[in-house]
């Protein structure tokens, strides 16, 4: 089946719309020869230097310099992608991008009745909590929270009552409870994922709900949070949370609040933060921070301040700064977290934020100061120690920056610039491994991403991955890739990733058409199910090691009942693993 390949749609739906028209939905025009001319809706001014021509279907701004053709000015105004632009654009021309294969028309239906579904709940539940006897829990959770039901419909957050509430609602509406099930919402027996919890739901950036997280209301429940599984609509690691309810406010003041919890946000919402987001469930991603730097090049972090929550800030950091993001970090003093802060702050929370938004320092200094924290420059150890650290530290960014920040770790601490930018120790020789690996090994290959390539030149065998590996499986690095190659796959067939290629970031382009310059050793479905199998090895090892550390956590707390649910967890996936490894 034909498709219609990028270069194509875009000339096509370039033909088919007008500039002055797509413009003047935003922009007042007004004609001076062949010329259109307004005010620029990308900067500040008074009078007119936003000049379209539309024979060339061009526009250039005389006072800031930007300049593009329909695309680039939908991209800017919609602060979308050029992928989304081309969307927006062949819908409005009537352009039709794909054509669909049954099978993807199923998927497609699938992803839009999970939509309609959740849609749907999120109404229930916020109907149950306002407006019912049911709702009770969930009203008084909030009230001890200080969320006002304002703030709480802003967010949409609602109340999933015990029991089957939910498919007695469906039942009555005569909706599929199959689609609820899918959609993650119900268990099979009938009973709500989500009974006796606040749940809040988790919407994309124009505001569609993706998923639930939901917060228990019973002290006796060990689950505070539980999450919607990952869907045909949802994947985690892509979302940030009330960006579609802070997105003006973050265009506007400059920069984007990046929270750890939910609630935090809902809480910094209602005390008039309302440019605070959370990454939702997961360490900040690549998507992620290639989603908020469609509206700002600022993050200003705010992370507990526990090590948990030092070592996050600092990942968020050196990811942002790898996507040419600043970054500043909030200290709260005498608060866990902003909800605490803010809270305990009261009237006076939006001047008191303020204050430490003017004193927070970049995250490099922010690491820089804990790396040097209580550092006596007499103590020839003690210097060499925190050399080390700050050599890391300082090495964990993009090289431009890296003469700027030793420079300033040298007058912070003392220690030359020059013994902070020495080279590092030569590298430790990777450990040899057996089978597929000894020989991927060679190559300085892990086993993701030599997948990731593999799939690159022989797309095909994603139908022998795909129902073996989910995404999750893979390491966070290839992960991103992994998923946008499948959609691809999945829309286009075998020539879909090929067809699609360029909407991908640039990073992400560049792997792929090194890996059709030159493949990896050997290209099969046979490897390829090797690998992903490795891939489902090693995730199962790495959490297999979490619940042992988490053990050692919850008998340190003497958590009997937690200890005995981490040990079983812990003996099931011993076995399992061993299983494994015995078949393979
Ligand atoms: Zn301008």
């Excluded at 007695?168 to 409870?177: D, H, I, T, V």
């Excluded at 609040?257 to 469930?281: P, R, W």
């Excluded at 320092?361 to 420059?377: C, H």
Aim: aromatic letters at 6%.
């Amino acid at each position: 089946m034909p498709t219609l390949s990028s270069d194509d749609a875009f000339a096509e739906v370039k033909a088919k719309v007008d500039l002055v028209k797509v413009v003047q939905e935003h922009v007042r025009l007004t004609k001076r020869n062949k010329d259109f001319w307004g005010l620029c809706p990308f900067h500040q001014e008074d009078s007119p230097s936003f000049k379209v021509n539309p024979q060339m279907q061009s526009w250039y701004c005389f006072g800031c310099e930007r300049s593009g053709d329909v695309f680039t000015f939908v991209e800017l105004i919609e602060k979308t992608d050029k992928r989304g632009a081309l969307q927006l654009l062949a819908e409005r021309a009537g352009v039709e991008l794909k054509k669909l294969s049954p099978d993807q028309r199923e998927r497609a239906d699938l992803r839009k009745r999970v939509l309609d579904m959740l849609k749907l709940a999120a109404q229930y539940y916020e109907y149950v909590l306002w407006k019912t006897p049911t709702g009770e829990p969930g009203r008084r959770l909030l009230e001890s929270r200080r969320v006002g039901e304002e703030t709480a419909r802003r967010f949409q957050l609602g109340y999933a009552p015990a029991g089957r509430g939910f498919a007695e609602y469906l039942r009555a509406k005569q909706r599929s409870l199959a689609d609820a099930q899918e959609a993650g919402l119900m268990r099979r027996d009938g009973t709500d994922f989500f009974a006796e919890r606040l749940v809040i739901p988790i919407r994309d950036e124009r505001g569609q709900a993706l998923a639930f997280t939901a917060r228990t209301v019973r002290a006796d429940e060990q689950r505070k949070y539980i999450n919607s599984p990952e869907t045909a609509s949802y994947i985690k690691g892509r979302v940030i949370f009330a960006l579609d309810l802070a997105r003006d406010e973050i265009t506007r003041r400059g920069h984007a609040v990046l929270m750890e919890g939910q609630f935090d946000v809902i809480t910094s919402h209602h005390f008039g933060v309302t440019n605070a987001v959370a990454s939702s469930g997961t360490a900040l991603t690549d998507d992620q921070v290639r989603l908020l730097k469609r509206f700002t090049d600022e993050l200003l972090l705010v992370f507990d301040s526990d090590r948990a929550g030092r070592a996050a800030m600092r990942k968020a950091a050196t990811l942002a700064a790898a996507h040419g993001m600043r970054t500043r970090v909030v200290i709260l003093p005498d608060a866990k977290d902003p909800d605490e802060f803010l809270r305990a702050a009261g009237p006076d929370a939006a001047t008191r934020w303020e204050d430490l938004v003017a004193r927070a320092a970049s995250g490099f200094e922010a690491g820089m100061a804990e790396d040097s924290a209580g550092l006596n420059p007499s103590n020839p150890n003690q210097v060499e120690l925190v050399a080390g650290r700050l050599r890391d530290w300082i090495r964990q960014f993009p090289e431009g920056l890296r003469d700027g920040y030793a420079e300033a770790a040298e007058r912070h601490t003392g220690i030359s610039r020059h013994l902070l930018l020495r080279d590092p120790e030569p590298a430790p020789i990777p450990r040899p491994t057996n089978g597929l690996a000894g020989r991927v090994a060679g190559k300085k290959l892990s086993a993701g991403s030599y997948l990731v390539q593999l799939l690159a030149v022989r797309p095909v065998a994603f139908e022998r991955v795909r129902p073996m590996l989910t995404p999750q499986e893979l390491d966070q690095s290839d992960r991103a890739i992994f998923v946008r190659m499948l959609e691809s796959y999945e829309r286009g067939g075998p020539s879909g990733l090929e067809a699609e290629l360029a909407g991908y970031p640039p990073e992400e382009q560049d792997l792929i058409r090194r890996a059709w310059a030159a493949p990896p050793p050997n290209v099969d479905d046979e490897v390829a199910v090797e690998l992903a199998e490795r891939i489902r090895l090693d995730h199962m090892k790495g959490r297999h090691s979490g619940i042992i550390r988490e053990l050692s956590e919850a008998e340190r707390g003497r958590d009997s009942d937690m200890v005995a649910r981490l040990e079983a967890e812990a003996r099931e996936l011993g076995r399992a693993i061993q299983e494994m490894e015995r078949r393979g």
